[in-house]
């Protein structure tokens, strides 16, 4: 149904993401002052870091203004900028939407803690937190910090760079030991582990997918999905069940990251389609990653391009 109501009506894709922002700043500003924080617990990235500086501003005669969730915004300033040129507009507006609501919700949030078990703050802090992440990634967007420095290098060099993540979060830990005990980095990891569990369980990008549409519109279903997503696709011969209706069954392995765009693309060429979306062990062969699938892109259109001067003259 929401897939449908996008497909008709483009600009509920975008409310839908606005949406998806203000609840992840909820979720970040009351994980944070009420559970993270009153139990010296520290979240992962950039957010981690601010936390850290909180601890040194508070004797200063700024602590009022350099709080957790300004420090988190002036932070991500410049990560913003390299946004901008290295990601695009649209990415880092709507990025700066979900920084600026975080950093606002963590003002707004009164800091008092619900438990005084550093467990039950750890745990809990870190499944709320990672369930704002899980929402904005699902829809297309970033919470900022470190996610923009993964994606900018990662285009640049092809690499996986999860070790970045894993030495920032090592350091933050580090500190945590330092200032509050041993005992409380480990919380601090108990919480940055439930919080990745938490992402990965809503949206996982390099999970390998399959998807089985059934339809009586193959072309136009085929031609939307190739619209939206570059990927191959092959047809299936089908029969119904119970009717005996001769029908075609278009299967299309994807990353997790294209279902949305992929249910979109169904959803425009056929609202009554039966799509099934399974989980894939392994695939081998030629399969697009997000930066082939770009490559390929600017290659068509610079084709189609060359095509349309070549028609006109």
Known sequence: ???????????????????????????????????????????????????????????????????????NFILNVPLLILSYYRLGK????????????????????????????????????????????????????STGGTDIISIVISRMTGMNIGSLSFIINLF?????????????????????????????????????????IVTNQTEEVMASIFNKIVRGATILEGQGGYSKDKRDVVMVVINRYEIHDLQIAVAEADPNAFVNIIQSMKVSGRFLSRDQQKSLRKEVAQIEFETTNTNEN
């Open 1 to 71: 149904m929401l897939n449908r109501i996008i497909s008709e009506k483009p600009w509920a894709n975008t409310v839908l993401q606005i949406a998806a922002a203000i609840f992840a700043s909820i979720c970040f500003g009351f994980a944070l002052n009420v559970f993270l924080i009153p139990g010296n617990i520290y979240s992962s990235g950039v957010t981690g870091i601010a936390q850290l500086l909180t601890v040194f501003t508070n004797q200063t005669q700024f602590a009022a203004f350099l709080t957790t969730g300004t420090l």
């Open 90 to 141: 649209n990415f880092t507006f709507m990025t700066l939407i979900v920084v600026a609501g975080i950093s606002i919700s963590a003002n707004l949030f009164p800091v008092g803690g619900i438990s005084e078990n550093p467990l039950l703050n750890a745990i809990t802090g870190g499944v709320v937190s990672g369930l704002g992440v899980g929402v904005t990634i699902k829809v297309g967007m």
């Open 172 to 212: 933050i830990m580090a500190a945590a030991g330092l200032l509050f005990g041993w005992e409380y980095a480990l919380y601090t990891l108990i919480s940055i582990y439930v919080s990745s569990r938490v992402v990965d369980s809503i949206h996982t990008n390099e999970q390998v997918l399959t998807t089985f």
